[in-house]
Protein backbone atom coordinates (compact mmCIF):
# COMPACT_ATOMS: atom_id res chain seq x y z
CA UNK A 1 0.00 0.00 0.00
CA UNK A 2 2.77 2.49 1.05
CA UNK A 3 4.02 2.76 -2.97
CA UNK A 4 0.42 3.91 -3.63
CA UNK A 5 1.04 6.96 -1.33
CA UNK A 6 4.10 7.14 -2.68
CA UNK A 7 3.27 7.34 -5.82
CA UNK A 8 -0.31 9.59 -5.52
CA UNK A 9 1.44 11.91 -3.30
CA UNK A 10 3.55 12.81 -5.91
CA UNK A 11 1.14 12.95 -8.86
CA UNK A 12 -0.53 15.16 -6.58
CA UNK A 13 2.77 17.44 -6.10
CA UNK A 14 3.11 17.61 -9.58
CA UNK A 15 -0.86 18.63 -10.18
CA UNK A 16 -0.38 21.33 -7.78
CA UNK A 17 3.04 22.71 -9.27
CA UNK A 18 1.09 22.71 -12.51
CA UNK A 19 -0.35 25.92 -14.03
CA UNK A 20 -2.90 24.60 -15.69
CA UNK A 21 -4.48 23.10 -12.80
CA UNK A 22 -4.66 26.90 -11.28
CA UNK A 23 -6.22 28.02 -14.26
CA UNK A 24 -8.85 26.20 -14.14
CA UNK A 25 -9.69 27.04 -10.37
CA UNK A 26 -8.97 30.65 -11.99
CA UNK A 27 -11.63 30.17 -14.98
CA UNK A 28 -14.61 27.98 -12.49
CA UNK A 29 -14.24 31.09 -10.18
CA UNK A 30 -15.19 33.11 -13.36
CA UNK A 31 -17.81 30.91 -14.24
CA UNK A 32 -19.67 31.34 -10.94
CA UNK A 33 -19.46 35.37 -11.19
CA UNK A 34 -20.95 34.48 -14.66
CA UNK A 35 -23.55 32.48 -12.63
CA UNK A 36 -24.42 35.59 -10.99
CA UNK A 37 -24.41 37.78 -13.31
CA UNK A 38 -26.85 35.80 -15.38
CA UNK A 39 -28.72 35.79 -12.37
CA UNK A 40 -28.93 38.92 -11.78
CA UNK A 41 -30.37 39.65 -15.65
CA UNK A 42 -33.14 37.34 -15.15
CA UNK A 43 -36.20 38.46 -13.47
CA UNK A 44 -37.89 35.60 -11.55
CA UNK A 45 -35.56 32.53 -10.51
CA UNK A 46 -32.30 33.92 -10.00
CA UNK A 47 -31.84 31.35 -6.86
CA UNK A 48 -32.17 28.78 -9.25
CA UNK A 49 -30.19 30.04 -11.81
CA UNK A 50 -27.53 30.99 -9.45
CA UNK A 51 -27.42 27.14 -8.19
CA UNK A 52 -27.85 25.87 -11.98
CA UNK A 53 -24.39 27.36 -13.52
CA UNK A 54 -22.90 26.96 -10.13
CA UNK A 55 -23.32 23.12 -10.72
CA UNK A 56 -22.27 22.66 -13.87
CA UNK A 57 -19.20 25.08 -13.68
CA UNK A 58 -17.94 22.57 -10.60
CA UNK A 59 -19.01 19.59 -13.17
CA UNK A 60 -17.08 20.98 -16.18
CA UNK A 61 -14.31 22.10 -14.23
CA UNK A 62 -14.15 18.56 -13.00
CA UNK A 63 -14.64 16.49 -16.16
CA UNK A 64 -12.19 19.14 -17.69
CA UNK A 65 -9.43 18.11 -15.19
CA UNK A 66 -10.04 14.54 -15.16
CA UNK A 67 -9.64 14.25 -18.89
CA UNK A 68 -6.97 16.02 -19.95
CA UNK A 69 -4.55 15.73 -16.42
CA UNK A 70 -6.27 11.66 -16.59
CA UNK A 71 -5.02 10.83 -19.95
CA UNK A 72 -1.15 11.74 -19.42
CA UNK A 73 -1.34 10.12 -16.39
CA UNK A 74 0.38 7.18 -17.44
CA UNK A 75 0.82 7.68 -21.22
CA UNK A 76 3.02 10.79 -20.25
CA UNK A 77 5.13 8.77 -17.87
CA UNK A 78 5.70 6.36 -21.16
CA UNK A 79 6.69 9.36 -23.42
CA UNK A 80 9.13 10.96 -21.16
CA UNK A 81 10.24 7.67 -20.08
CA UNK A 82 10.50 8.75 -16.13
CA UNK A 83 8.38 5.27 -15.82
CA UNK A 84 11.84 3.79 -16.79
CA UNK A 85 13.13 4.64 -13.03
CA UNK A 86 10.27 4.56 -11.20
CA UNK A 87 9.52 0.90 -12.17
CA UNK A 88 12.93 -0.18 -11.11
CA UNK A 89 11.58 0.33 -7.68
CA UNK A 90 10.06 -2.32 -5.78
CA UNK A 91 6.58 -1.70 -6.75
CA UNK A 92 4.04 -3.73 -8.36
CA UNK A 93 2.91 -1.93 -11.77
CA UNK A 94 -0.59 -2.45 -10.64
CA UNK A 95 0.55 -0.26 -7.30
CA UNK A 96 2.15 2.35 -9.83
CA UNK A 97 -1.12 2.67 -11.77
CA UNK A 98 -3.46 2.83 -8.49
CA UNK A 99 -0.71 5.60 -7.38
CA UNK A 100 -1.77 7.45 -10.46
CA UNK A 101 -5.27 7.71 -10.11
CA UNK A 102 -5.61 8.22 -6.27
CA UNK A 103 -3.18 11.41 -7.05
CA UNK A 104 -5.55 12.54 -9.56
CA UNK A 105 -8.85 11.88 -7.20
CA UNK A 106 -6.54 13.82 -4.57
CA UNK A 107 -6.08 17.12 -6.82
CA UNK A 108 -9.54 16.75 -7.83
CA UNK A 109 -11.20 16.28 -4.14
CA UNK A 110 -8.99 19.49 -3.47
CA UNK A 111 -10.65 21.55 -6.28
CA UNK A 112 -13.92 20.51 -6.21
CA UNK A 113 -13.33 21.19 -1.97
CA UNK A 114 -12.42 24.90 -3.29
CA UNK A 115 -15.03 25.25 -5.93
CA UNK A 116 -17.85 23.85 -3.52
CA UNK A 117 -17.23 25.97 -1.10
CA UNK A 118 -16.95 29.69 -3.56
CA UNK A 119 -20.25 28.08 -4.70
CA UNK A 120 -22.11 27.82 -1.48
CA UNK A 121 -20.38 31.12 -0.21
CA UNK A 122 -21.89 32.77 -3.29
CA UNK A 123 -25.54 31.24 -2.42
CA UNK A 124 -25.47 32.44 0.99
CA UNK A 125 -24.21 35.90 -0.27
CA UNK A 126 -27.53 36.03 -2.40
CA UNK A 127 -29.29 34.79 0.41
CA UNK A 128 -30.20 31.48 -1.78
CA UNK A 129 -30.99 28.41 0.19
CA UNK A 130 -28.58 25.75 0.51
CA UNK A 131 -30.57 22.81 0.66
CA UNK A 132 -29.75 18.86 0.94
CA UNK A 133 -30.24 18.24 -2.80
CA UNK A 134 -27.14 20.54 -3.70
CA UNK A 135 -24.84 18.45 -1.35
CA UNK A 136 -26.53 15.49 -3.13
CA UNK A 137 -25.79 16.64 -6.68
CA UNK A 138 -22.17 17.48 -5.35
CA UNK A 139 -21.39 13.95 -4.55
CA UNK A 140 -22.34 12.52 -7.57
CA UNK A 141 -20.95 14.96 -9.72
CA UNK A 142 -17.80 13.66 -7.59
CA UNK A 143 -18.70 10.09 -8.50
CA UNK A 144 -18.98 10.99 -12.40
CA UNK A 145 -15.90 12.74 -12.36
CA UNK A 146 -14.02 9.64 -10.90
CA UNK A 147 -15.80 7.36 -13.54
CA UNK A 148 -14.38 10.11 -16.17
CA UNK A 149 -11.21 9.92 -14.70
CA UNK A 150 -10.96 6.04 -14.49
CA UNK A 151 -11.64 6.23 -18.07
CA UNK A 152 -8.81 8.40 -19.38
CA UNK A 153 -6.59 6.51 -17.28
CA UNK A 154 -7.87 3.33 -18.83
CA UNK A 155 -7.05 4.81 -22.51
CA UNK A 156 -3.71 6.49 -21.10
CA UNK A 157 -2.24 2.82 -20.58
CA UNK A 158 -2.39 1.90 -24.03
CA UNK A 159 -2.76 4.99 -26.11
CA UNK A 160 -1.51 8.09 -27.05
CA UNK A 161 -2.17 11.31 -25.22
CA UNK A 162 -4.22 12.70 -28.27
CA UNK A 163 -6.39 9.56 -28.99
CA UNK A 164 -6.92 8.91 -25.61
CA UNK A 165 -8.49 12.38 -25.06
CA UNK A 166 -10.65 11.85 -28.36
CA UNK A 167 -11.86 8.67 -26.86
CA UNK A 168 -12.30 9.88 -23.29
CA UNK A 169 -14.56 12.98 -24.58
CA UNK A 170 -16.34 10.35 -27.17
CA UNK A 171 -17.30 8.53 -24.20
CA UNK A 172 -18.79 10.80 -21.90
CA UNK A 173 -21.15 12.04 -24.52
CA UNK A 174 -22.11 8.83 -25.37
CA UNK A 175 -22.58 8.17 -21.45
CA UNK A 176 -24.77 11.03 -21.16
CA UNK A 177 -26.78 9.77 -23.79
CA UNK A 178 -27.19 5.51 -23.28
CA UNK A 179 -30.64 7.01 -22.00
CA UNK A 180 -31.91 7.73 -25.55
CA UNK A 181 -30.00 4.83 -26.50
CA UNK A 182 -32.43 2.62 -24.43
CA UNK A 183 -35.67 4.41 -26.29
CA UNK A 184 -34.11 3.53 -29.79
CA UNK A 185 -33.63 0.14 -28.84
CA UNK A 186 -37.38 -0.11 -27.60
CA UNK A 187 -39.13 1.46 -30.35
CA UNK A 188 -36.56 0.02 -33.35
CA UNK A 189 -38.40 -3.37 -35.10
CA UNK A 190 -34.86 -4.56 -36.10
CA UNK A 191 -33.49 -6.88 -33.56
CA UNK A 192 -30.14 -6.62 -34.86
CA UNK A 193 -30.52 -2.74 -34.64
CA UNK A 194 -32.14 -3.14 -30.64
CA UNK A 195 -29.06 -6.22 -29.92
CA UNK A 196 -25.87 -3.58 -30.79
CA UNK A 197 -28.19 -0.48 -29.25
CA UNK A 198 -28.90 -2.97 -26.42
CA UNK A 199 -25.38 -4.18 -25.68
CA UNK A 200 -24.19 -0.35 -26.47
CA UNK A 201 -26.33 0.67 -23.46
CA UNK A 202 -25.26 -1.52 -20.99
CA UNK A 203 -21.69 -1.27 -22.02
CA UNK A 204 -21.15 2.02 -21.71
CA UNK A 205 -21.51 4.48 -18.93
CA UNK A 206 -24.74 5.65 -17.72
CA UNK A 207 -23.34 9.33 -16.92
CA UNK A 208 -26.85 10.28 -16.87
CA UNK A 209 -27.59 8.63 -13.96
CA UNK A 210 -25.36 10.62 -11.81
CA UNK A 211 -26.75 13.86 -13.30
CA UNK A 212 -29.43 15.15 -10.76
CA UNK A 213 -28.25 18.96 -10.98
CA UNK A 214 -31.62 20.42 -12.82
CA UNK A 215 -33.77 19.01 -9.98
CA UNK A 216 -31.20 20.09 -7.19
CA UNK A 217 -31.39 23.31 -8.51
CA UNK A 218 -35.00 23.68 -7.71
CA UNK A 219 -34.48 22.38 -4.31
CA UNK A 220 -35.86 18.13 -5.27
CA UNK A 221 -33.84 15.77 -3.19
CA UNK A 222 -33.51 12.10 -5.12
CA UNK A 223 -34.57 9.31 -2.84
CA UNK A 224 -31.31 8.45 -0.37
CA UNK A 225 -31.87 4.80 -2.62
CA UNK A 226 -31.30 6.62 -5.97
CA UNK A 227 -28.18 8.04 -4.59
CA UNK A 228 -26.79 5.09 -3.13
CA UNK A 229 -27.68 3.13 -6.35
CA UNK A 230 -26.23 5.60 -8.64
CA UNK A 231 -23.08 5.92 -6.65
CA UNK A 232 -22.56 2.14 -6.46
CA UNK A 233 -22.91 2.22 -10.45
CA UNK A 234 -20.05 4.58 -10.59
CA UNK A 235 -18.10 3.86 -8.19
CA UNK A 236 -18.11 -0.46 -9.34
CA UNK A 237 -17.93 1.15 -12.98
CA UNK A 238 -14.90 3.03 -12.32
CA UNK A 239 -13.30 0.15 -10.29
CA UNK A 240 -14.06 -2.22 -13.50
CA UNK A 241 -11.74 0.25 -15.32
CA UNK A 242 -9.44 0.53 -13.47
CA UNK A 243 -8.84 -3.31 -12.98
CA UNK A 244 -8.69 -3.79 -16.88
CA UNK A 245 -6.07 -0.50 -16.51
CA UNK A 246 -3.90 -3.16 -14.52
CA UNK A 247 -4.41 -5.71 -16.30
CA UNK A 248 -3.47 -4.31 -19.49
CA UNK A 249 -0.55 -2.15 -18.13
CA UNK A 250 1.01 -5.12 -16.72
CA UNK A 251 0.99 -6.86 -20.06
CA UNK A 252 2.97 -3.42 -21.56
CA UNK A 253 6.36 -3.42 -22.50
CA UNK A 254 8.49 0.17 -21.85
CA UNK B 1 25.67 -17.06 -7.33
CA UNK B 2 26.53 -14.73 -9.99
CA UNK B 3 24.98 -10.93 -10.00
CA UNK B 4 23.54 -11.23 -13.43
CA UNK B 5 22.86 -14.51 -15.36
CA UNK B 6 21.84 -14.12 -18.38
CA UNK B 7 21.25 -17.41 -20.79
CA UNK B 8 20.02 -17.55 -24.56
CA UNK B 9 18.55 -14.16 -24.09
CA UNK B 10 16.64 -13.51 -27.10
CA UNK B 11 14.16 -10.44 -27.52
CA UNK B 12 12.15 -10.20 -30.76
CA UNK B 13 9.56 -7.25 -31.29
CA UNK B 14 6.44 -7.69 -33.49
CA UNK B 15 6.03 -6.76 -36.42
CA UNK B 16 4.14 -3.21 -37.43
CA UNK B 17 2.51 -5.05 -40.40
CA UNK B 18 1.13 -8.51 -40.17
CA UNK B 19 3.11 -11.04 -42.52
CA UNK B 20 6.60 -9.49 -41.99
CA UNK B 21 9.38 -11.34 -39.75
CA UNK B 22 9.55 -10.25 -36.58
CA UNK B 23 12.57 -8.11 -36.04
CA UNK B 24 15.04 -9.88 -33.68
CA UNK B 25 17.13 -7.48 -31.53
CA UNK B 26 18.96 -9.61 -29.05
CA UNK B 27 19.89 -13.37 -30.15
CA UNK B 28 20.74 -15.60 -28.00
CA UNK B 29 22.87 -13.74 -25.47
CA UNK B 30 24.84 -15.80 -22.45
CA UNK B 31 26.73 -14.01 -20.19
CA UNK B 32 26.92 -13.52 -16.42
CA UNK B 33 28.16 -10.92 -14.04
CA UNK B 34 30.18 -12.14 -10.72
CA UNK B 35 29.31 -10.25 -7.54
CA UNK B 36 32.03 -7.28 -6.95
CA UNK B 37 33.12 -6.71 -10.20
CA UNK B 38 32.75 -3.54 -12.85
CA UNK B 39 31.16 -5.22 -16.16
CA UNK B 40 31.25 -3.28 -18.78
CA UNK B 41 28.49 -4.03 -21.96
CA UNK B 42 30.28 -2.62 -25.02
CA UNK B 43 28.61 -2.18 -28.08
CA UNK B 44 27.68 0.57 -31.31
CA UNK B 45 24.24 2.94 -30.80
CA UNK B 46 21.69 0.43 -32.14
CA UNK B 47 23.32 -2.89 -30.63
CA UNK B 48 21.05 -3.80 -27.75
CA UNK B 49 22.44 -2.32 -25.20
CA UNK B 50 19.07 -0.70 -24.01
CA UNK B 51 17.53 -3.65 -24.70
CA UNK B 52 19.28 -5.97 -22.50
CA UNK B 53 19.18 -3.60 -19.77
CA UNK B 54 15.48 -3.44 -20.03
CA UNK B 55 14.83 -6.89 -19.77
CA UNK B 56 17.43 -7.04 -16.89
CA UNK B 57 15.07 -3.90 -14.94
CA UNK B 58 12.32 -6.37 -16.52
CA UNK B 59 10.71 -2.86 -18.64
CA UNK B 60 10.29 -5.52 -20.86
CA UNK B 61 10.06 -9.41 -21.08
CA UNK B 62 12.17 -11.50 -22.81
CA UNK B 63 10.96 -13.43 -25.61
CA UNK B 64 13.09 -16.67 -25.02
CA UNK B 65 15.90 -17.07 -22.44
CA UNK B 66 16.71 -16.78 -18.94
CA UNK B 67 17.33 -13.86 -16.84
CA UNK B 68 18.56 -13.51 -13.06
CA UNK B 69 19.71 -10.86 -11.07
CA UNK B 70 21.23 -11.82 -7.66
CA UNK B 71 19.64 -15.39 -7.88
CA UNK B 72 16.06 -14.41 -8.64
CA UNK B 73 14.37 -13.71 -12.17
CA UNK B 74 14.37 -10.38 -14.00
CA UNK B 75 11.12 -8.25 -12.61
CA UNK B 76 11.03 -10.22 -9.79
CA UNK B 77 9.91 -7.00 -7.45
CA UNK B 78 11.38 -7.14 -3.60
CA UNK B 79 14.92 -8.08 -5.63
CA UNK B 80 14.86 -4.62 -6.50
CA UNK B 81 15.37 -3.06 -3.56
CA UNK B 82 18.88 -4.49 -4.21
CA UNK B 83 19.08 -2.89 -7.70
CA UNK B 84 19.69 0.80 -8.52
CA UNK B 85 19.18 1.55 -11.93
CA UNK B 86 20.13 4.57 -14.06
CA UNK B 87 18.72 4.76 -17.71
CA UNK B 88 20.42 6.31 -20.64
CA UNK B 89 19.54 10.38 -21.23
CA UNK B 90 17.15 9.87 -18.30
CA UNK B 91 14.05 12.71 -18.08
CA UNK B 92 13.02 13.28 -14.34
CA UNK B 93 10.09 14.76 -12.66
CA UNK B 94 11.56 18.49 -13.45
CA UNK B 95 9.02 19.99 -10.88
CA UNK B 96 10.74 18.67 -8.24
CA UNK B 97 14.17 19.75 -6.05
CA UNK B 98 16.85 17.24 -6.33
CA UNK B 99 16.23 17.12 -2.39
CA UNK B 100 12.41 15.69 -2.89
CA UNK B 101 13.23 13.88 -6.20
CA UNK B 102 15.90 11.89 -4.11
CA UNK B 103 13.80 11.66 -1.32
CA UNK B 104 11.15 10.12 -3.67
CA UNK B 105 12.90 7.29 -4.44
CA UNK B 106 13.97 6.91 -1.37
CA UNK B 107 10.39 6.22 -0.49
CA UNK B 108 10.08 4.14 -3.10
CA UNK B 109 12.68 1.63 -2.09
CA UNK B 110 11.25 1.61 1.08
CA UNK B 111 14.00 3.87 3.01
CA UNK B 112 12.82 5.14 6.87
CA UNK B 113 12.22 8.85 6.61
CA UNK B 114 14.99 9.35 9.49
CA UNK B 115 17.61 6.93 6.98
CA UNK B 116 16.21 8.98 4.33
CA UNK B 117 17.16 12.86 5.31
CA UNK B 118 21.07 11.85 6.10
CA UNK B 119 21.09 9.22 2.80
CA UNK B 120 20.10 12.74 0.39
CA UNK B 121 22.71 14.59 1.92
CA UNK B 122 24.82 12.38 1.81
CA UNK B 123 24.52 11.75 -1.84
CA UNK B 124 24.07 15.10 -3.35
CA UNK B 125 27.35 15.83 -1.47
CA UNK B 126 28.85 12.43 -3.06
CA UNK B 127 27.75 13.38 -6.63
CA UNK B 128 28.86 17.12 -5.95
CA UNK B 129 25.28 18.99 -5.99
CA UNK B 130 25.47 19.91 -2.23
CA UNK B 131 24.72 23.09 -3.18
CA UNK B 132 21.92 22.37 -5.67
CA UNK B 133 19.64 20.56 -3.23
CA UNK B 134 16.89 23.17 -3.01
CA UNK B 135 16.85 23.91 -6.65
CA UNK B 136 14.05 22.34 -9.33
CA UNK B 137 15.56 19.64 -11.87
CA UNK B 138 13.83 21.85 -14.55
CA UNK B 139 16.91 24.33 -13.50
CA UNK B 140 19.74 21.32 -14.01
CA UNK B 141 22.48 21.01 -17.04
CA UNK B 142 22.39 17.89 -18.35
CA UNK B 143 25.62 17.03 -16.56
CA UNK B 144 23.96 17.70 -13.42
CA UNK B 145 21.02 15.77 -14.25
CA UNK B 146 22.87 12.73 -15.14
CA UNK B 147 24.70 13.41 -11.27
CA UNK B 148 21.51 13.82 -9.50
CA UNK B 149 20.26 10.66 -11.94
CA UNK B 150 23.07 8.68 -10.25
CA UNK B 151 22.60 9.41 -6.94
CA UNK B 152 18.90 8.01 -7.30
CA UNK B 153 20.55 4.75 -8.64
CA UNK B 154 22.29 5.15 -5.25
CA UNK B 155 19.54 5.82 -3.37
CA UNK B 156 18.83 2.62 -1.07
CA UNK B 157 22.37 1.47 -0.86
CA UNK B 158 21.55 -1.51 -4.07
CA UNK B 159 24.29 -4.19 -4.39
CA UNK B 160 23.97 -4.46 -8.06
CA UNK B 161 24.46 -1.36 -10.04
CA UNK B 162 22.99 -1.41 -13.64
CA UNK B 163 23.59 2.10 -15.39
CA UNK B 164 22.79 3.07 -19.28
CA UNK B 165 25.35 5.12 -20.93
CA UNK B 166 25.88 6.39 -17.51
CA UNK B 167 28.99 9.04 -19.11
CA UNK B 168 27.16 10.17 -21.81
CA UNK B 169 26.89 14.20 -22.05
CA UNK B 170 29.25 14.57 -19.63
CA UNK B 171 32.36 16.68 -19.55
CA UNK B 172 36.13 15.03 -19.29
CA UNK B 173 35.64 16.27 -15.59
CA UNK B 174 32.23 14.81 -14.79
CA UNK B 175 33.60 11.71 -16.57
CA UNK B 176 36.15 11.23 -14.47
CA UNK B 177 34.07 11.18 -11.57
CA UNK B 178 31.63 9.07 -12.69
CA UNK B 179 34.39 6.66 -13.44
CA UNK B 180 35.85 7.20 -9.57
CA UNK B 181 32.18 6.70 -8.55
CA UNK B 182 31.95 3.78 -10.22
CA UNK B 183 35.31 2.83 -8.89
CA UNK B 184 34.51 3.53 -5.48
CA UNK B 185 31.36 1.04 -5.83
CA UNK B 186 33.34 -1.84 -6.30
CA UNK B 187 35.33 -0.84 -3.85
CA UNK B 188 32.30 -1.31 -1.13
CA UNK B 189 31.87 -4.61 -2.70
CA UNK B 190 28.97 -3.25 -5.22
CA UNK B 191 28.70 -5.02 -8.57
CA UNK B 192 28.46 -2.45 -11.11
CA UNK B 193 26.85 -3.19 -14.81
CA UNK B 194 27.23 -0.14 -17.59
CA UNK B 195 26.62 0.06 -21.34
CA UNK B 196 28.75 1.75 -22.93
CA UNK B 197 29.92 2.62 -26.86
CA UNK B 198 33.34 4.52 -25.71
CA UNK B 199 36.15 1.81 -25.65
CA UNK B 200 37.98 3.62 -23.19
CA UNK B 201 35.51 4.30 -20.56
CA UNK B 202 35.74 0.36 -20.60
CA UNK B 203 39.40 -0.01 -20.68
CA UNK B 204 39.95 2.08 -18.41
CA UNK B 205 37.85 0.87 -15.43
CA UNK B 206 36.28 -2.66 -16.42
CA UNK B 207 37.56 -5.69 -14.63
CA UNK B 208 35.02 -7.40 -17.38
CA UNK B 209 33.58 -6.94 -20.51
CA UNK B 210 31.15 -8.11 -23.21
CA UNK B 211 30.95 -6.66 -26.47
CA UNK B 212 27.70 -6.76 -28.27
CA UNK B 213 26.65 -5.98 -32.01
CA UNK B 214 24.11 -5.84 -33.42
CA UNK B 215 22.30 -7.67 -30.75
CA UNK B 216 24.83 -10.88 -30.69
CA UNK B 217 27.69 -11.31 -28.11
CA UNK B 218 30.60 -10.96 -30.02
CA UNK B 219 32.96 -12.00 -26.83
CA UNK B 220 33.00 -11.75 -23.22
CA UNK B 221 35.49 -11.59 -20.89
CA UNK B 222 38.76 -9.78 -19.09
CA UNK B 223 39.95 -6.97 -20.68
CA UNK B 224 43.43 -8.21 -21.38
CA UNK B 225 42.28 -11.39 -22.74
CA UNK B 226 39.80 -9.71 -25.19
CA UNK B 227 42.38 -7.78 -26.68
CA UNK B 228 45.39 -10.50 -26.73
CA UNK B 229 42.49 -12.88 -28.87
CA UNK B 230 43.21 -11.17 -31.90
CA UNK B 231 45.59 -12.95 -34.09
CA UNK B 232 47.23 -10.18 -36.51
CA UNK B 233 49.49 -8.42 -33.92
CA UNK B 234 51.37 -5.75 -35.90
CA UNK B 235 54.95 -4.58 -35.04
CA UNK B 236 55.98 -1.07 -35.34
CA UNK B 237 59.96 -0.02 -35.89
CA UNK B 238 61.61 3.30 -35.71
CA UNK B 239 65.07 3.26 -36.78
CA UNK B 240 67.11 6.05 -38.26
CA UNK B 241 70.38 6.64 -40.36
CA UNK B 242 68.43 4.40 -43.51
CA UNK B 243 66.40 5.23 -46.24
CA UNK B 244 64.08 2.01 -45.68
CA UNK B 245 62.63 2.77 -49.02
CA UNK B 246 65.56 1.95 -50.92
CA UNK B 247 65.68 -1.61 -49.44
CA UNK B 248 63.85 -4.31 -51.16
CA UNK B 249 63.35 -7.01 -48.69
CA UNK B 250 61.84 -4.20 -46.28
CA UNK B 251 59.66 -2.88 -48.85
CA UNK B 252 58.59 -5.91 -49.04
CA UNK B 253 57.78 -7.09 -45.69
CA UNK B 254 56.45 -3.79 -44.51
CA UNK B 255 52.65 -2.98 -44.64
CA UNK B 256 53.23 0.54 -44.40
CA UNK B 257 57.28 2.74 -44.36
CA UNK B 258 57.01 6.79 -43.44
CA UNK B 259 59.87 8.79 -44.07
CA UNK B 260 60.24 11.69 -41.28
CA UNK B 261 63.66 13.47 -41.68
CA UNK B 262 66.36 10.61 -40.83
CA UNK B 263 63.91 8.25 -38.82
CA UNK B 264 61.73 5.77 -40.81
CA UNK B 265 58.58 4.24 -39.32
CA UNK B 266 57.72 0.80 -40.45
CA UNK B 267 54.56 -1.43 -39.72
CA UNK B 268 54.96 -5.40 -40.42
CA UNK B 269 51.92 -6.89 -40.39
CA UNK B 270 52.89 -9.74 -38.23
CA UNK B 271 55.70 -9.80 -35.44
CA UNK B 272 57.42 -13.40 -37.64
CA UNK B 273 59.25 -10.82 -39.27
CA UNK B 274 60.81 -8.46 -37.10
CA UNK B 275 63.97 -10.52 -36.84
CA UNK B 276 64.40 -10.08 -40.64
CA UNK B 277 63.93 -6.60 -40.96
CA UNK B 278 66.25 -5.99 -37.86
CA UNK B 279 68.83 -7.76 -39.85
CA UNK B 280 68.32 -5.24 -42.73
CA UNK B 281 68.40 -2.40 -40.57
CA UNK B 282 71.45 -3.74 -39.26
CA UNK B 283 73.11 -4.66 -42.64
CA UNK B 284 72.69 -1.14 -44.21
CA UNK B 285 73.69 0.81 -41.10
CA UNK B 286 70.86 2.02 -39.23
CA UNK B 287 70.33 2.61 -35.63
CA UNK B 288 67.40 1.15 -34.30
CA UNK B 289 65.14 3.52 -32.13
CA UNK B 290 62.10 1.68 -30.97
CA UNK B 291 60.13 -1.81 -31.29
CA UNK B 292 56.58 -1.60 -30.00
CA UNK B 293 54.30 -4.37 -30.58
CA UNK B 294 50.75 -3.21 -31.61
CA UNK B 295 47.83 -5.44 -29.52
CA UNK B 296 44.28 -5.89 -31.35
CA UNK B 297 42.05 -3.76 -29.13
CA UNK B 298 38.80 -3.44 -28.12
CA UNK B 299 38.52 -0.96 -31.01
CA UNK B 300 38.78 -4.11 -33.83
CA UNK B 301 36.43 -5.76 -31.59
CA UNK B 302 33.84 -3.00 -31.84
CA UNK B 303 33.82 -3.00 -35.35
CA UNK B 304 33.43 -6.31 -36.84
CA UNK B 305 30.53 -7.48 -37.52
CA UNK B 306 29.28 -11.24 -36.00
CA UNK B 307 29.94 -13.01 -39.17
CA UNK B 308 33.91 -11.24 -39.17
CA UNK B 309 33.91 -12.33 -35.65
CA UNK B 310 34.26 -16.29 -35.85
CA UNK B 311 38.00 -16.68 -34.55
CA UNK B 312 37.22 -15.06 -31.23
CA UNK B 313 36.99 -17.86 -28.84
CA UNK B 314 34.75 -17.62 -25.74
CA UNK B 315 36.10 -17.20 -22.80
CA UNK B 316 36.20 -20.13 -20.45
CA UNK B 317 33.68 -19.44 -17.38
CA UNK B 318 31.74 -16.96 -18.63
Redesign the interface.
Known sequence: M??VI??AL?TF??NL??KILYNLVFSSLLLIGASVLLADLTIMEHHKMIADMGLAAINLVGVIIAVFVGIGLVSKEIE?????????????RTQFVLGKYLGLVMTLSVNMAVMVIVFFATLWLYRAPIHGALIQAVALIFVEVLVVTAIALFFSTFSTSTLSAIMTLGLFVVGHLTVDLKGIAESSRSEMVQAVVTTVYYVFPNLEILNVKGQAAMGVHVSYAYQAMAMSYGLLYAALLLAGACVIFQRR?? | MDAIHVEGLTKQFRPGWPGRPPATVLDRLSFSVQQGEIYGFLGPNGSGKTTTIKVLIGLIRATSGTVELLGKPAGDVPTRRRVGFLPEAPYFYDYLTAEEFLTFYGHLAGLERGVLGKRVLHLLDMVGLAEAGTRQLRKFSKGMLQRVGLAQALIHDPDLVILDEPMSGLDPIGRKQVRDLILGLRGQGKTVFFSTHIIPDVEMICDRVGVIVKGKLLATGRVDELVSHGHTQSVEIVCQGIAAEQVTAIRTMATRLVQQGSQTLIVLPKPDLLEGVLAEIRKHGGTLISVTPHKSSLEELFFKSPGQADHIRPIAGV
Do not use: G, L, Q, S
Not at chain 1, 80 to 92: D, F, L, V
Open positions: WPVINRERDRRTIYTIMARPIKDF
